[in-house]
């Protein structure tokens, strides 16, 4: 059974400190993408990944927030430093084609405080 | 304004209820749209994916889409207390894999 994996799946810390999320993508998928999902903003596109290159991180405060994909079979976002407006549910998901479905891992529940 | 709107909720029903959902969209270039669930504490899964106008059916489940109203509907015959969780509408418009998602309704079915 094919699954998208994260961990850690919970993750409480101080600000300042750094926080750093890691996702294993479906085997063979080549797209994965990261998403934050609050209440207030619902889920919210952070970064996506094609063959490991970045397509669009545009959703990413880009001063704190670093996404990468050393190899095909692991994605990491990393937060430096935490604040307390950073928590939030993140989720990765893979995909196989442009144009095909996202599969959600469990997601990373992250609490800053 | 949202590219993507969709009512937040909560719907409640009763078991055995049909339920619909909806979301309307502004990008005429939408082409792909999904349906995820999502319960609590765990991440959205897919449910339906249709692609640009028609009905798909899949067992209780009826995804539609109108292009010509930029709306599409998901519908639950027979709802069950197992289907309670938050419905969020999806759509992409082909040309990139980025997914533009709805808010999500909250629906809750009770006994």
């Known amino acids: 059974d094919a699954r998208v994996t994260q961990t850690p799946r919970h993750k409480v810390t101080e600000m300042g400190q750094e926080v750093t999320m890691r996702c294993q993508p479906i085997l063979g998928h080549n797209t994965v993408f990261w998403y934050r999902q609050t209440m207030m903003q619902g889920l919210e596109l952070l970064a996506y990944f094609r063959n490991r290159a970045p397509l669009d991180d545009s959703g990413m405060p880009k001063d704190r927030f670093s996404a990468e994909m050393p190899d095909a079979t692991l994605a990491t976002l990393k937060i430096q430093p935490s604040e307390p407006r950073d928590s939030a549910v993140y989720f990765c998901a893979s995909g196989a084609r442009t144009t095909d479905t996202q599969y959600f891992g469990p997601g990373t529940r992250l609490t800053v405080l | 304004q949202k590219e993507v709107e969709q009512d937040p909720g909560p719907l409640s029903v009763p078991e055995g209820a049909i339920v619909s959902l909806n979301c309307t969209y502004s990008n005429s270039a939408f082409q792909y749209f999904m349906w995820y669930r999502q319960y609590s504490r765990k991440g959205p899964e897919l449910l339906m994916y249709?692609?640009?106008?028609g009905n798909k059916e899949d067992g209780r489940f009826t995804a539609q889409v109108d292009k010509s109203s930029k709306y599409i509907s998901l519908f639950i015959r027979d709802s069950q207390p197992s289907d309670s969780a938050t419905y969020l509408c999806a759509m992409n418009t082909g040309t990139a894999s980025k997914l533009t998602f709805g808010t999500g309704t909250r629906l809750q079915v009770t006994l």
């Open positions: 249709t692609y640009s106008s």
